[in-house]
């Protein structure tokens, strides 16, 4: 599939060689070239809004049961290609092969979701002061859509704007990571198997500073749906030309809660996955732990010995490893500074904290899964998002303290908490300053319950029925009626 995808822009329903420079896709297992794509060049950005646009006037008239099917005809499509569809991603982004797929499945499940949220896009009828009037409240898509995603998760990150805008009726150009294009090519020409019309979806690939800022500036893209960091975040908030819908889902920095109720086989197992699954390059990746000071020493034992049983390996070569590579050398060397730092300041190392050793990970961006006890918040691995295979562990002495601490940063994405007695569970879950609150489990995003961050990790909600409102807005019809003629 990759070749078909090389160079091309997906625009108007056509696979068009791109007119500008080439990009260098790298794999960052080998660093190995896998391929160029195109940089789309401004014009064919306003051919991309302009076939949007176009193709915005017929989308959102279709009859919702329409829009249903295409997108169940876009998850059957993606489900039966996902073998494909994974090697890009891996080819690309580095994670193991069989993680890539499961990605791939549960893009395919968002598209069923959302194929059913298309026959529920409901209105209200409101009372008013008098009897004769009505007021009609009805939901209507905003229009063309600017989708800007990063590369940790390739193709759910497009997938959820992507499905929750065609539901709604909206059109898309999507501007995916330049670390991961192909992924999102790749969901393009699943969406023309599916025969969703020309110019209902878009793909253009290129640099954010070039591609990315053209659609936030565009004054035809009625809204940027947009994942990343913080601050490119608010230098997309600053730099919209008109006024646009904004969704923003921003980085994090987010801490697990572990009170002395805790099982902590439980707590030690849902740490190790949300603090090293795909090398940590998670949003919601946990990236600081609090736990109670008379279990601290046991679950950091624990902990380390955890870490280390886990298997780094190319993501092609060795399917089911638990970690592969990181994306790129830029959050392997963040991580690296972090380390470095916490390390300086007094904290203790208990696992990880080189990259494996043998030829296999000679040229790649390898890093074995590090633990550092001991921590304060001096250090960046407590107060900085890490983005890579990094968590640090503090001791606490009361809940207050473990409050206080877990909501001292300016982030608010998710957090986790791992204990027994329900009067904590309760306290912590409360006063825990975040979009998602996870209690004796790491899984915090659902595809049926709202997602999303508070103070600096955005606005806006993906997933659930919430992830359809942000591309619709209201509309409020107010009719009033005379008696029928007598007779
Ligand atoms: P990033 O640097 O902010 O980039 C995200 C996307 O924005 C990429 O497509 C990038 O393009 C583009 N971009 C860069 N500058 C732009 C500009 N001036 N105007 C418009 N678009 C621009 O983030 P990243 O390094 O790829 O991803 C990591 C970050 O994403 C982390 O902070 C992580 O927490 C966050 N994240 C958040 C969520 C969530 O749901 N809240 C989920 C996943 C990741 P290029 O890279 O091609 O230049
Ligand atoms: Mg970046």
């Known amino acids: ?11 108007d329903g056509s696979w068009r060689r791109g007119e500008g420079a080439h990009i260098a896709v790298e794999n960052p297992a080998t660093r190995e070239v896998i391929g ?9 950005v306003d051919q991309a809004v302009a076939a949007a646009r176009k193709a915005f006037k017929t989308w959102s008239r279709r009859a919702p049961l329409e829009r249903s099917r295409a997108l169940h005809a876009l998850g059957d499509n993606i489900a039966a290609e996902a073998d494909a569809m994974a090697r890009i991603m891996t080819l690309e982004q580095g994670k193991p092969l069989n993680e890539a797929k499961g990605e791939i499945l549960k893009l395919a499940e968002a598209c069923h979701f959302y194929a059913e949220e298309a026959v529920r896009i409901h209105g209200e009828i409101v009372p008013n002061t008098t009897t004769d009037i009505d007021s009609l409240v009805v939901r209507e898509p905003i229009g063309v859509v600017g989708a800007i ?41 699943m969406t023309e198997k599916a025969g969703i019309p020309a110019g209902v979806v878009n793909v253009l690939t290129g640099s954010g ?19 990343g960091s913080s601050r490119v975040g608010l230098q997309i908030q600053r730099s919209c030309t008109t006024i646009k819908r904004l969704s923003l889902e ?3 920095n987010c801490p697990l809660i572990v009170t002395a109720s805790a099982d902590l086989d439980a707590a030690v197992k849902g740490a190790v996955r949300r603090s090293f699954r795909n090398m940590g390059q998670i949003c919601i990746a946990i990236n600081r732990i609090y736990v109670a000071r008379p279990v601290a020493e046991t679950f950091v034992c624990r902990l380390g010995e955890a870490a280390d049983r886990l298997v780094v390996g190319n993501g ?52 074995r899964p590090t633990v550092v006890s001991d921590c304060t918040h001096a250090m960046k691995v407590m107060t900085e998002e890490t983005f890579g ?19 001292d940063t300016p982030y608010g994405l998710a957090s986790y908490v791992y204990a027994k007695d329900a009067d904590e569970i309760r306290y912590l879950s409360s006063r825990l300053d ?24 955005g606005v806006g909600y993906e997933h659930g029925r919430e992830g359809m409102l942000e591309y619709l807005n209201f509309k409020h019809i107010r009719i009033r009626y005379d008696e029928p003629k007598a007779g």
């Not at 160029?36 to 064919?44: C, G, K, L, Y």
């Not at 192909?182 to 020409?189: H, M």
């Open 434 to 457: 975040y979009g998602n609150v996870a209690v004796n489990n790491v899984d915090a995003g659902i595809m049926n319950a709202p997602y999303g961050g508070r103070k600096q990790s």
């Open 149 to 189: 995603t990063p590369w940790n998760y390739p193709a759910e990150l497009i997938g959820w704007k992507l499905c929750a805008a065609l539901a709604a009726g909206c059109t898309i150009v999507i501007k995916p990571a330049e670390l991961t294009p192909f992924t999102a090519l790749a969901i393009a020409k």
């Open 209 to 227: 500073a070039e591609v990315g800022q053209a659609l936030v500036e565009h004054p035809d893209v009625d809204k940027i749906a947009f994942t």
């Open 389 to 407: 295979p990094l968590v640090g562990v503090m001791a606490f002495d009361n809940l207050d303290e473990a409050v206080e601490l877990a909501n």
């Open 250 to 252: 921003l980085g994090g």
């Open 36 to 44: 160029h794509v195109a940089a789309a060049t401004p014009r064919e």
């Open 1 to 11: 599939m990759l070749q078909d995808l090389v160079e091309r822009l997906f625009i």
């Open 316 to 367: 092609i070569d060795t399917p089911d490893a638990d970690v592969g590579a990181m994306a790129s050398a830029e959050p392997l060397n963040k991580t690296m500074d972090h380390l470095a730092d916490a390390l300086a300041r007094g904290g203790k190392l208990i696992a990880g904290g080189r990259a494996p050793e043998g030829e296999a990970f000679s040229r790649g961006h390898f890093f």
